[in-house]
């Protein structure tokens, strides 16, 4: 079945220091992969929508200068935390559709990657 | 504004006892519902959706648009289900909005 993968699957780092984490779909295309957020004992929030050849798409209230989004092949996208703080410190998930133009179901999700920022 | 509702965070039951996790939506459109589950260590997978009407694993579940519910139900429990369950709402274009999750105990 389709894999999507993440790497690293964990990170520690200094404020103020960025940090990329790539989201890859192993066996299958993926033009539009899912960001995600998710804090301690909390919900999983969509932080944007990578679009491949494209710039990406924010949700409301997340800031794009501080989440960059590269969705650089079909196979590839990453998410850079730049200039990190503490409170971005979190589970951040990706996800993306295992069938072209399919709908929520076809959804493979990443195992996510944990971000400490000390 | 679209929210999924969760209000259990925890709920226990026994092996072979019956399971309802609860949860209830707000959309203004026309809802699509799912169930997604996270097993210890694994990563979220799809459980079912309710254009389906499936029954996976033994779980169910029902959209009562009166109510605005999609409760997941399942007759008689089973260590294996011990997990993580997250109730979403499909919104848009692949767009989910997820709950805040239920851990479900089934106590051997």
């Known amino acids: 079945g389709a894999v999507v993968s993440q790497h690293p699957s964990w990170v520690i780092c200094k404020s103020g220091t960025s940090v990329k984490i790539e989201c890859r779909s192993l066996?299958?295309?993926?033009?539009?992969m899912f960001w995600y957020r998710q804090f301690p004992k909390q919900s999983l929030m969509l932080m944007a929508t990578?679009?491949?050849?494209?710039?990406?798409?924010?949700e409301q209230g997340v800031e794009k200068d501080k989440f960059l989004i590269n969705h650089a092949s079909l196979t590839l996208s990453t998410l850079t935390v730049t200039s990190a703080h503490p409170e971005d410190s979190s589970f951040y998930i990706c996800s993306a559709p295992g069938l072209a133009g399919g709908g929520p179901e076809t959804q493979y999700f990443g195992p996510g990657t944990r971000l400490l920022v000390l | 504004a679209q929210r999924v509702t969760q209000p259990e965070k925890l709920l226990s039951v026994f092996k072979g006892a019956p399971v309802e996790l609860k949860c209830n939506y707000s959309?203004?459109?026309?809802?699509?519902l799912f169930w997604y589950v996270q097993y210890s260590r694994q990563r979220l997978q799809l459980l079912l959706r309710h254009i389906s009407r499936e029954s996976i694993k033994g779980f169910t579940a029902d959209l009562n648009k009166g109510e605005t519910s999609f409760h997941l139900k399942k007759p008689f429990a089973q260590e294996e289900d011990s997990a993580m369950y997250y109730c979403a709402l499909g919104r848009g274009y692949q767009k989910v909005t997820f709950g805040t999750g239920t851990k479900l105990q089934v106590i051997p």
């Open positions: 959309y203004s459109g026309s809802p699509e």
């Open positions: 066996d299958f295309q993926a033009t539009t």
């Open positions: 990578s679009n491949e050849g494209s710039k990406a798409t924010y």
